[in-house]
């Protein structure tokens, strides 16, 4: 059974930082590439960042480019988001998830496997 399981997240004030981690029983985790989306209510989930299935390709959205940090263990099937400079606006929930494929995907419904996701709340 496959599963994404999420930790990590809380609650910081506004200019703190936050890493969340994702632990994946997954086979063969390496030939997954990795993102991580956010999602508030009433909105669309978005990608926050991604990392291709070596390690050797990230993507990140404008709105964090400079702040996050997505990063990768195959040995340990995990893979991080070191979240740094928060604002209040990066208040979401965040999720993992596992994509198959030659690149990053940047859309929801092209990942194949979720984790159920942890609460970031930023405070001003």
């Known amino acids: 059974q496959v599963q994404l399981v999420e930790s990590g997240g809380g609650l910081v004030q506004a200019g703190g930082s936050l890493r969340l981690s994702c632990a994946a029983s997954?086979?063969?985790?390496?030939?997954?590439?990795m993102g991580w989306f956010r999602q508030v209510p009433g909105k669309e989930r978005e990608i926050v960042g991604g990392?291709?299935?070596?390690?050797?390709?990230?993507y990140y959205a404008d709105s964090v480019k400079g702040r996050f940090t997505v990063s990768r263990d195959n040995a340990r099937s995990t893979v991080s988001l070191q979240m740094d400079s928060l604002k209040p606006e990066d208040t979401a929930v965040y999720y993992c998830?596992?994509?198959?494929?030659?690149?990053?995907?940047?859309?929801?419904?092209?990942?194949?496997?979720w984790g159920q996701g942890t609460q970031v709340t930023v405070s001003s």
């Open positions: 997954l086979r063969a985790f390496a030939g997954y590439n």
């Open positions: 998830a596992a994509a198959r494929g030659f690149r990053v995907p940047t859309t929801p419904e092209d990942y194949d496997y």
């Open positions: 990392i291709s299935r070596g390690g050797g390709s990230t």
